[in-house]
């Protein structure tokens, strides 16, 4: 996930802190730990993040949860994602970083670890189209966290619109799918999510999560 | 892609409904504030009194709400540091501290004048299409007034990039090309100072002053301006009062018409150029920040453990021994392993109530939700009933009730639906037998320290800096023993070279002499003890070496039931002054302070506090503070304290006054953290009104969970 930091908001009002964060003490690492948050906000380049090379077959023969891929476009790196939790129609996807996805039957609804996450969503009505493929237009309702600490909701008006039903192939997954395009809007800020529908879940999508990090790519592939 | 940004200027701001027990609606959207968490307003271009402003002129804008500004501006030997506070939606306030290098008015033996203002600005109308902003502002109102000036200013856009203002200023601000006046300006000083002077505003002279600002592109803009401000003080020419400038013109005043030019850095920090009053070339540099608006807002932490499938186990599991405390060493662990403290736990088949420390998460319901998703995944599925009570320094905080099936069912449903179903009450008689790890509780740091104090004339700046150990040691859960010693290695905290006098008992005014004598200081060296005497009672017994200059006995109850937003309180202290070495030593110097606490959480962040009592001097009196807290942990507040000690009594000053700020570190990094930094800026160190510093003071700790506090940002508690 995308971090933004600001190097010198951190040094104008932490710069007393890091004092304290210096130095010894018996909490050992987790004191270290703040100073050297510190020390990288203030000296890191910004450089990109190369991700370990992931030895895709080995993975997929040695484990059987489900697993996806995840693709940042903003930051052009592809992480895998495994499943870790089922609960109902509800999964959740750890990354080896353990930032999280929420689903619901495919449909991207919250996210943890990413700074500016994506809180909760309330999408049912937009839902009950796209995995039943049908057109129409629905509201969805997407909550963040403010800078101090309140939750916010953003609703915006989307359309449901019908694409291409074409054969789809990822990984152990072997199917027709059907495309189902979201076109939202809040007034300010406007989307496209794009979702290849199977059997009334979401094998592939283009979901987008917030202004900051945009849209990111998950395809199944392995249910 | 995004479509242009909407003005922020139309929202409404809708207190968010987040009260407990309230289970209608639960899956509904709560009640949002229709505000862009993601559009970080624009900072609007400074002026050189670090407002909203032309060149030195004012015009009507304000800041968005909680924007928080510093200006450092300079020309002609006046140096103006302003920190600005955007207090409430249309009103700004505003602390500088200015330097008037070779500025010499009557009795003044020193080079540079020192010089304190507080300013206020509110819009009394916000720009439409046909109509200006309109705004009035008191400049430098409590005080000497050598700043002292009222105006009334309206400003308006044309297309994107222009926009014009014109204004009339009284005072300082129509003291160059007055069209009239409107009655006499008094001159003399109120009081000793201090004291708002009611008795100037809006009489005397008044002249018009305006200016244009254009915006050229995103980064630069450019400004002229025509000042009413005769600068007559500076000239020598104010010679009526007591401000005159005995020595040679700061700066000759050729024109009156100023020139600026902006930059913006992407940041909203912005950096100027001016040319000044014909001659004079000025520089500002204004730093910008917005606690409302965080670097990462959710959090930069690892994402919580989701809530597990419950796993079962044999029937009467709750009576096998062996069983539980694998259970309990198991949460232990799990705990830990979200920086969570277990303390202790009492287990049935159906239910399981939680005594936890948190020392990590400054978002109390974060450290609940991952504390509950830790409980869901350890406990055997017959347990229904989760009860979480957060202690403090070994005292029961609330007892905060979930209910497992809620849980699961909820976790991917918006904060507000769990919150309508959690329960907050009283601990009492409810929570668990503390449960001794190895080791007891202790922690210790050597770290180095930097103490800032400002605004004595013979040196604004004074910077202490050196070594500090600090240790902590509970000798049982809710019993302490703590101690800080610092090493000075270097400062000039003790350089007062001013006798300052005072009427009172010295019960502060020695501070230079503190610094001076104790190189290596044992800044505090306590016991101490917080209890629960009973039903939303807390106590908290200090003794021993409380604090730099007093050691003694403090002792202090509140009464806070975990709904109310009303607490009260009453401490009581009996010390002695400490020797000026600090160390064990003790002065003769002994009095019993005492103060009854009204403290009531206002609403949208303000939260109000009245202490009654007898000071260190033995004078009686009243501290009325109010503070606008973010549920990040930002704090800005301001105080006032009166006493029975008459103005010529307390000296200088008239009464103790002061503006705080706290920063907390989370918000800086994007990582959990408890730790934040408090900045003081007391209007002077005298006697009057003086409180005794004693640490862990009961109120800002035991407000964190109850469900007011809970309530502010319980949008964490899935987090």
């Not at chain 2, 624009?42 to 800041?63: C, K, V, W």
């Not at chain 2, 005397?204 to 244009?212: I, L, Q």
């Not at chain 2, 104010?238 to 005159?244: L, V, Y």
Request: some cysteine; glycine content about 10%.
């Amino acid at each position: 996930m995308k971090i933004l930091f600001t190097p010198l908001r951190v040094a104008a009002f932490g710069a007393v802190l890091t004092l304290g964060a210096c130095g010894l003490s018996s909490e050992g690492r987790q004191a270290d730990s703040i100073g050297a948050s510190i020390a990288a906000k203030l000296f890191k380049k910004k450089s990109a993040e190369v991700a370990e090379p992931v030895d895709l077959v080995q993975i997929m023969a040695t484990t059987s949860e489900p697993l996806a891929l995840l693709v940042m476009e903003s930051q052009q790196i592809t992480v895998l994602i495994r499943e870790v939790s089922k609960n109902g129609s509800f999964s959740t996807f750890h990354s080896d970083e353990r930032q999280a996805l929420n689903f619901d039957k495919g449909v991207l609804i919250a996210t943890r670890g990413g700074g500016s996450d994506l809180m909760s969503s309330q999408i049912a009505p937009s839902m009950r189209l796209i995995l039943s493929e049908r057109e129409g237009s629905a509201q969805r309702v997407m909550t963040y966290l403010t800078g101090d600490g309140r939750s916010i909701d953003m609703p915006f008006d989307c359309k449901v619109l019908r694409g291409k039903r074409e054969p789809f192939e990822s990984g152990d997954i072997k199917t027709t799918t059907q495309l189902m395009v979201e076109q939202c809007s809040d007034g300010t800020y406007e989307f496209a999510n794009t979702y290849l529908v199977s059997g009334g879940q979401v094998l592939s999508s283009r979901q987008w999560i917030n202004p900051d990090i945009g849209s990111v790519l998950v395809q199944m592939i392995r249910k | 892609m995004p479509l242009p940004q909407r003005a922020l200027s139309s929202w409404i701001p809708l207190r968010s409904a987040l009260m407990l027990g309230v289970a209608a609606a639960a899956i509904a959207p709560s009640a949002a504030l229709s505000e862009d968490p993601f559009a970080v307003p624009r900072a609007q271009s400074q002026n050189l009194y670090g407002l909203p402003g032309l060149i030195d002129m004012p015009t009507a804008d304000i800041e968005a709400d909680g924007q928080l500004t510093t200006s450092f501006g300079h020309f002609a030997g006046t140096t103006r540091s302003t920190l600005s506070f955007q207090v409430l939606p249309k009103l700004t306030g505003s602390f500088r501290y200015s330097a008037l290098k070779g500025y010499r008015p009557n009795n003044y033996d020193l080079d540079t004048y020192y010089d304190r203002s507080f300013d206020l600005r509110y819009q009394i109308l916000e720009e439409t299409d046909q109509l200006p902003a309109l705004a009035v502002g008191l400049q430098d109102f409590i005080g000497t007034g050598i700043y002292g000036g009222e105006y009334l200013v309206a400003t308006k856009g044309f297309g994107d990039k222009l926009r014009v203002t014109a204004g009339l200023g009284w005072g300082r601000l129509g003291s160059n090309g007055a069209i009239g006046a409107t009655g006499t300006r008094p001159i003399g000083v109120l009081g000793e100072g201090g004291i708002p002077t009611y008795d100037r505003w809006f009489r005397g002279d008044v002249a018009p002053f305006g200016g244009v600002s254009y915006q050229v592109n995103d980064r630069l803009s450019f400004k002229a301006e025509y000042s009413s401000d005769g600068y007559l003080a500076e000239r020598g020419l104010n010679g009526r009062d007591n401000f005159g400038n005995l020595d040679p013109a700061l700066f000759e005043r050729k024109s009156s018409w100023n020139f600026g030019i902006d930059y913006r850095f992407k940041n909203g920090n912005q950096i100027s150029i001016y040319s000044l009053y014909g001659g004079e070339i000025g520089a500002q540099l204004s730093l910008s920040a917005n606690p409302r608006y965080a670097p990462l807002p959710s959090g930069a932490e690892k994402a919580p453990f989701p809530i597990a499938q419950r796993r079962y186990a044999d029937l009467g599991w709750d009576l096998d021994q062996t069983t539980t405390d694998k259970i309990r060493s198991n949460l232990r662990s799990a705990l830990a392993s979200d920086g969570l403290i277990y303390e202790g736990m009492t287990l049935t088949a159906t239910k399981a109530t939680l005594r936890l420390r948190n020392p990590k998460y400054n978002a109390e319901p974060q450290a609940i939700g991952r504390a509950a998703r830790q409980m869901a995944r350890v406990l055997p599925g017959s347990v229904e009933v989760f009860e979480i009570i957060p202690t403090l320094k070994g005292a029961a905080g609330s007892a905060i009730t979930l209910n497992r099936s809620d849980l699961e069912r909820l976790e991917h449903a918006p904060a507000s639906a769990l919150l309508a179903v959690t329960s907050v009450a009283d601990s009492a008689g409810s929570v668990p037998a503390f449960e001794a790890d190895s080791k007891p509780q202790h922690s210790w740091s050597l770290a180095p320290y930097v103490t800032v104090s400002v605004f004595d004339p013979d040196n604004p700046v004074r910077i202490d800096a050196g070594l500090r150990l600090k240790g902590s040691y509970f000798i049982a859960p809710n019993l302490e023993l703590s101690g800080s010693v610092a090493q000075k290695l270097l400062g000039n905290l003790d350089s007062v070279s001013r006798e300052i006098p005072s009427e009172l008992p010295r019960v502060r005014t020695d501070y230079a002499e503190y610094s001076r004598q104790g190189e290596t200081a044992i800044e505090h060296l306590t016991l101490s003890h917080f209890g629960r005497p009973g039903t939303d009672l807390y106590s908290r017994v200090t003794a021993g070496y409380l604090e730099t200059m007093y050691a003694g006995l403090s002792g202090e109850v509140l009464w806070k039931p975990v709904h109310s937003r009303l607490a009260l309180g009453a401490e009581m202290n009996y010390v002695r002054q400490r020797d000026f070495d600090q160390k064990f030593g003790l002065q003769d110097y002994a009095v019993t302070t005492g103060h009854l606490s009204a403290y009531y959480d206002l609403g949208n962040g303000f939260h109000g506090q009245i202490d009654a009592g007898r000071y260190l001097a033995g004078d009686l009196g009243a501290t009325v503070s109010v503070d606008r807290e973010f549920s990040n942990g930002w704090r800005v507040g301001a105080y006032a304290t009166f006493t029975d000690v008459s103005a010529e009594e307390f000296g200088e000053g008239s009464f103790d006054k002061g503006v705080r700020l706290t920063v907390p570190l989370s918000w800086a990094l994007g990582q959990p953290s408890r730790k934040s930094n408090t900045l003081l800026l007391q209007s002077l160190t005298r006697d009057g009104g003086a409180r005794l510093n004693v640490r862990d003071r009961l109120y800002q700790r035991v407000r964190d969970y109850h469900s007011p506090e809970l309530a502010k940002e319980w949008g964490r508690v899935w987090r």
